[in-house]
């Protein structure tokens, strides 16, 4: 099974920065995609940013130009660089993965899955 974790959540004030991890382990074959989901109190979760197929990155509106993605494949890690944090980016931070995993018979099966989320507030 793979497991994703995140870290690097924290208490920071409006115009700080943030740096999010998350490492993905397993018995991973590929990463088909792996980035970041937000869910803001009383809201549903959203994109924040990730990485497709091929390389590309999706950002959300609202953070684009000030957030981040970078990715250490090597090491099946995706990055979350947060500038200019504002109050409205105060949010549980989720990583998401989905790819192929190789099973103990040799054949490969689908995941899809999501880190437990990391805490991110940012005070006025």
């Known amino acids: 099974q793979v497991r994703l974790v995140e870290s690097g959540g924290g208490l920071v004030q409006t115009g700080g920065s943030l740096r999010l991890s998350c490492v993905a382990s397993?018995?991973?074959?590929?990463?088909?995609?792996m980035g970041w989901y937000r869910r803001a109190p009383g809201k549903q979760r959203e994109l924040v940013a990730r990485f497709t197929g091929g390389g590309s990155t999706n950002y959300a509106g609202s953070v684009e130009g000030r957030f981040t993605i970078s990715a250490d494949n090597a090491k099946n890690t995706v990055y979350l660089g947060m500038n200019t944090l504002e109050p409205e980016d105060t949010a549980v931070y989720y990583c998401h993965a989905e790819g192929w995993e190789r099973m103990i018979t040799g054949s490969l099966r689908a995941f899809n899955d999501w880190g437990q989320g990391t805490q991110v507030t940012v005070s006025s």
């Open positions: 397993g018995n991973i074959f590929s990463i088909i995609a």
